[in-house]
């Protein structure tokens, strides 16, 4: 059993400490504030305060009591607020505290947004912050991630990273996207994955997984035409499609997730609706 800190007890990390503490594991959980840990902190999943902006010596102090293994970055990287250069800066700061704290292993939860506008298939070698530096086939937001990701393999820690494609389950119906697309293509794949194996997922990283990359997207999918139009049609909601186009665009990969000895919950995105 090991002794694993959550940095992040959000939509995501909360849910994944459970389960992690489930096993057997010795978990902490953080949030940004004193009444966030609170909130959330119980006999279970013990929660404290870390505040990445504050600086390596802020995060090792919180975390010494505990001890941890194995530190899971699981907290988003604020691009909806405009602050997604601090995202980097949050990773680097994480990865000085686990120097000094002796980690033994760091896992992140990327995503899939890394990868290269093109409407090709998407192994994880194509992406890397060298292959996006100069390019302008990768966002802004792109390369951010990549920083932050090259900034964890650079640490000279075990780690794993784990890109994960858009996230549905409890609370985030995908039919409720609908509202915010301004069209939907019949050519484009659903690249989706529901949070059972996002905890799933993580947690092998975590547990299994040493200096690797890897794509987190459930194995088998439909268009996003498709995809959407289901999730409506199994909704209780009054949508409808915004305008359809057929723009191909990029398909993730989780071939090699699977080869690694995962195995998934749901196979096909129809199922995760």
């Keep these: 059993m090991k002794r694993i800190g959550i940095v992040g007890g959000g939509w995501l990390g909360l849910p994944l400490s459970k389960f992690l503490a489930n096993l057997g594991h010795t978990i902490v959980v953080t949030k940004t504030s004193l009444e966030g840990a609170q909130h959330i902190d119980c006999d279970e999943v013990p929660a404290i305060m870390v505040d990445l902006s504050q600086g390596d010596s802020h995060v090792v102090s919180a975390l010494a009591p505990f001890q941890p293994q194995i530190l899971v970055g699981c907290f988003p990287p604020g691009f909806r607020r405009g602050n997604g250069d601090e995202y980097a800066l949050y990773w680097q700061t994480l990865v000085l505290a ?6 033994e292993k760091i896992v992140m939860v990327s ?37 932050a990701e090259q900034c964890l393999i650079d640490s000279g820690i075990d780690y794993a990273i784990v890109r994960c494609s858009g996230l549905v389950g409890p609370e985030r119906n995908p039919a409720r996207f609908v509202t915010h697309l301004k069209q939907v293509s019949d050519q484009a794949p ?13 947690s092998y990283a975590a547990l299994h997984l040493d200096n690797q990359v890897v794509n987190a997207t459930t194995p088998n999918t439909t268009s996003k035409a498709e995809f959407y139009q289901a999730a409506i049609d199994r909704s209780d909601l009054s949508l409808t499609l915004p305008p359809i186009v057929h723009n191909a665009d990029k398909h993730i990969s989780a071939d090699k997730l699977v080869e690694l000895g995962y195995k998934f919950h749901f196979h096909h995105t129809l199922e995760i609706i």
């Design 98 to 103: 686990a120097k000094c704290l002796a980690v």
């Design 111 to 147: 995503s899939t947004t890394v990868y290269p506008n093109r409407a090709e298939s998407m192994s994880e070698e194509m992406a890397s912050f060298a292959l996006a530096h100069n390019s302008d086939e990768f966002s802004v937001n792109a390369k951010v991630m990549l920083r």
């Design 190 to 202: 659903a690249n989706m994955l529901h949070l059972t194996d996002a905890i799933g997922a993580v």
